[in-house]
């Protein structure tokens, strides 16, 4: 019996960077698969949803089902659509994240001054007017959140600025932190992963390439934590980290080291 009941899995720096498939990759997912240990993907992405990923690792011979995907988009949109249903969001973000909260059906609206909420998210066609747009939201006290606290995230050709780099913006012009950020390592991130999942978080692994989102995540939810270093993170940042992960992996394939 293999010591986990479930994994969740980040996806860019563990199992692919960019287009391309990140070595061991393909062997972690099978020895998952053969010690009958189901996965959840879990992307801090706020441009895409679920069936992207199918597309994506379906390139590379992977067979993803949507059902078992998250991304830091995904659980914003169910966030807001429990809480902020009726509510009217001036987004700071990219068309696609607007496309995946309309399909639950929330209202953005372009107009600072009819805003319920502010979301805050990546946006790669920033303007000085859409932030001075977005103040004027804040300064009307309205709920603001982020997506994800990513600052940079990792290209083929380097890292570029993320959804935190955006928060950081806001937060200053707001004079307060957001009230929640909503992706890994969350709270929230980690209740819809264990609702996704139904197992227990102490039976459950986590794997990524990131300290502060991914090993974040399963420490904060009392997961065991796994760290790859084919991303963000080396073994001497690791040794350098205030709280560091229960194991450190040269790819994800030695994942098949802690199922026996």
Known sequence: MAPFEAAILDVDGTIVRGD???????????????????RLLFSNNPTRGAAHYGDRLGDHGIEVDPRNVLTSA???????????????????GESRLRAILETRDLVVTAEPTAADVVLGSIDRGLSYDRLGEAQTALE??????????????????????????????????????????LGKPSDVAAAAAIDRLGVPPERTLVVGDR??????????????????????????????????PDYVLDSLAEIADLLD
Request: aromatic residues 4%.
């Open 74 to 92: 995904t659980v914003t949109a169910e966030y807001l659509a429990a809480n902020h249903a009726d509510d009217a969001i001036y987004l700071l």
């Open 20 to 38: 391309a498939l990140l070595p061991g990759a393909v062997d972690g997912l099978r020895a998952l698969d053969a010690a009958g240990v189901p």
């Open 140 to 181: 009307r006290g309205v709920p603001f959140y982020g997506t994800d606290p990513d600052s940079t995230i990792p290209t083929e050709n380097g890292s570029m600025p993320g959804s935190g780099a955006i928060l950081g913006a806001l937060e200053a012009i707001a004079g307060r932190p957001p009230d929640a950020v």
């Open 211 to 244: 300290l502060d989102t991914d090993v974040e995540l399963g420490r904060r939810a009392d997961m065991t934590t796994a760290l790859v270093t084919t991303g963000l993170t080396s073994r001497a940042d690791v040794a350098d980290a205030a709280a560091g």
